[in-house]
């Protein structure tokens, strides 16, 4: 079995191995209050195993006498000090439970499976980018890397262990190495970051934390448009100076809302106005508002697609891979749903590596890959 715990749902899932890169997976998702993502770290373990026993319960096939191994995937920067153990370094991408930072995540999730009988053994600790390998290579052996560019961003590759300086062990083979990029230049020393990233920041809960990833992932692209919204409005240059209380509210200005903004190509900009109208409540809008608004949505969108094909370039780079067939495994709403943002990310690259390396690189969707991923990975585990 598998846990996803860290985009948007928690999913559960159970997966069985066909071979030949063939597998069936049974999956349900369920919601994680904001109550939960900021409370105390026992409730959402507790709250975890339930939706596990649930699932147990209403899919039945399961053979109750013998441990189920499951692979948990925890989205969140960690100290893993083996396969199935390890300690959280921080929270991210708005979840902030107390008596979790500092604590193996896996010990605390196994005692409230212990505390409700639920005979399940977490064979393996997996982070979505590693997930994201492993299932894609179940079927594409070639696989060169992992990334999500979800709620969160982030990637995985794989490493020659001569070169982990951390790893005392034999070092004739390779390690997958979860990046955590997104904690990338927190000194902020390289980030190109502008003021609309700046007031951001600061009002996220983990200030001066996870700044690369801020500029990439679907969590924060809406906010920091907002705030150059709000600039404009107040140097009187979008809706004749005006602002609404919706607008002015922070977080309210969806991600979602900038790929709607991306697709219309109304000849009035139409399903624009209805955003900034009907759902912000902007009082009016001319269609030169509709068209700076969709420009800026446009800025932020190609910004960060620029952003992260840097990332990818740089570890094709470190590992020498330039210049070979490369599969880039990614999941996550923004690479799926974003218009464009494959195809900007793809114009990025040619300009970093040139047009013949870029040719030989090939993103592709690998839509809820970390269920998978983890399972193949707990189930190795826990054969060894
Ligand atoms: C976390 C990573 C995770 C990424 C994508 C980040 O906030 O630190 O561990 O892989 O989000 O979910």
């Not at 598998?2 to 063939?22: I, S």
């Not at 339930?50 to 899919?59: A, G, H, P, Y």
């Not at 140097?235 to 309210?252: A, T, V």
């Amino acid at each position: 079995m598998a846990l996803d715990l860290g985009g948007t749902n928690l999913r559960v899932c159970h997966v069985t191995l066909l071979g030949n890169g063939e597998h069936t997976i049974r999956q349900q998702k369920y919601v994680v209050s904001e109550e939960l993502k900021t409370g105390p770290m026992r409730n959402l373990c507790d709250f975890i195993a339930d939706c596990v026993d649930s699932f147990l319960t209403e899919n039945g096939t399961i053979d109750s006498d013998s441990t189920i191994q499951l692979g948990y995937t925890f989205s969140f920067p960690v100290l893993q000090t083996s396969i199935n153990r390890g300690v959280l370094k921080q929270w991210t991408k708005g979840f902030n439970c107390s008596g979790a930072v500092g604590k193996d995540v896996t010990i605390l999730l196994q005692d409230s499976f212990r505390r409700k009988n639920i005979n399940v053994n977490i064979a393996a600790i997996v982070n979505d980018t590693v997930g994201t390998l492993m299932a894609y290579a179940y079927k594409h052996p070639d696989t060169t890397m992992g990334v999500i560019m979800g709620t969160g961003f982030n990637a995985s590759y794989y490493e020659d262990m001569n070169k982990v300086k951390k790893w005392t062990g034999k070092t004739d083979q390779e390690m997958v190495i979860n990046m955590e990029c997104g904690a990338f230049d927190c000194e902020r020393r390289v980030l190109p970051l502008t003021v609309y990233d700046n007031k951001m920041d600061r009002e996220s809960i983990n200030v001066h934390q996870q700044l690369y990833e801020k500029m990439v992932a679907g969590m924060y692209l809406g906010e920091i448009t907002r705030n150059a919204l709000i600039e404009l409005i107040d140097r009187q240059l979008l809706f004749n100076g005006e602002s609404s209380k919706d607008l002015n509210k922070i977080w309210s200005f969806e991600t979602a809302y900038m790929s709607s903004i991306e697709v219309d190509e109304t000849e009035d900009l139409c399903d624009t106005a209805h955003i900034l109208e009907s759902v912000l409540s902007i009082p009016s809008t001319t269609l030169a508002d509709r068209q700076i608004v969709k420009k800026v949505c446009n800025a932020v969108g190609v910004r960060a697609a620029r952003l992260a094909s840097c990332h990818i370039a740089g570890v094709l780079k470190h590992t020498g891979k330039v210049g070979q067939d490369c599969i880039i495994a990614i999941d996550g709403s923004l690479f799926e749903f974003y218009p464009k943002f494959e195809k900007n990310m793809g114009t990025a690259l040619a300009a970093i590596l040139g047009e013949q390396a870029r040719s030989k690189v090939k993103f592709d969707l690998a839509r809820d890959g970390s269920g998978l991923g983890a399972a193949i990975i707990a189930m190795i585990a826990a054969k060894n």
